[in-house]
């Protein structure tokens, strides 16, 4: 984990560096298409490991340049040592604001709802999944943006890991039998259409950031 953090770091370093001499705010596409990856951790037992997860998304503009828009489908894999594991698929709707812009970052904070549903069993529920977090997306050529994301979901019920918990065993947000997990994802988004509208942004093709 100490590898992943140090590798966000030095890209937004780098990005930034590149971008020095521009001076306008980073403008997000109108529609893009994107793929992330990472891991995720449950908060669910003690003994709770690092897991893959993986989404594919939709993003959007809705009020540029503050709020964007994110319909993802994707796989989280949970588990802990000799108490459960679980595959869960995932497809979520996610709003992004963004209370500001550096000339190639744009830092957010996201939230939304979705629904989780165990791959390992048949006849389960789909549950109610409500992510939280935050992260940033960066400019690394002219249709494509670099996205790097933490994160919190809450699933709203006892059913996640397929394990009760006791009534000593509760989530420390809400204080209820609730599970959740950590995550943390990077991912890329290519812009569907026309590129990025450099007019306003006001970067051009040689100052895009070489990471």
């Known amino acids: 984990m100490k590898h992943l953090i140090l590798s966000s ?18 403008n997000s596409p ?13 908060v669910n037992h003690p003994d709770d490991k690092w897991m893959m997860q993986y989404r594919a998304f939709l993003q959007y503009e809705l009020a540029s340049p503050m709020l964007l828009g994110q319909l993802g489908v994707g796989y989280t894999g949970l588990t802990a040592t000799d108490a459960y594991y679980v595959q869960t698929g995932i497809a979520d709707l996610r709003l992004f604001f963004s209370p500001f812009s550096l000339p ?13 549903k ?4 048949s006849g389960t529920d789909f549950l109610m999944l409500v992510p939280m977090g935050v992260g940033f997306q960066t400019r ?12 919190y979901t809450l699933s709203p ?4 890991d397929e394990r009760e918990r ?8 809400t204080n209820q039998k ?9 991912g890329l988004a290519f812009t569907i259409g026309g590129g990025f509208d450099k007019e306003a942004s006001g970067v051009e093709r040689e100052g895009a950031c070489r990471c």
């Open 178 to 186: 609730h599970d959740a997990f950590y995550g943390i994802m990077i």
């Open 9 to 26: 770091i030095l890209v937004v370093a780098l990005c930034s560096h590149s971008q020095v001499q521009a001076q306008d705010e980073f």
């Open 140 to 151: 690394i050529a002219d249709q494509v943006l670099l996205q790097i994301c933490g994160g």
């Open 104 to 116: 190639n970052l744009k830092p957010y904070f996201y939230g939304g709802f979705g629904v989780s």
């Open 157 to 160: 019920s006892d059913k996640l």
């Open 118 to 121: 165990n791959f390992q069993k």
């Open 30 to 42: 109108e529609l893009a298409l994107g793929f992330s990856a990472g891991v995720a951790h449950g």
């Open 166 to 173: 006791t009534n000593t065993d509760l989530n420390t947000l």
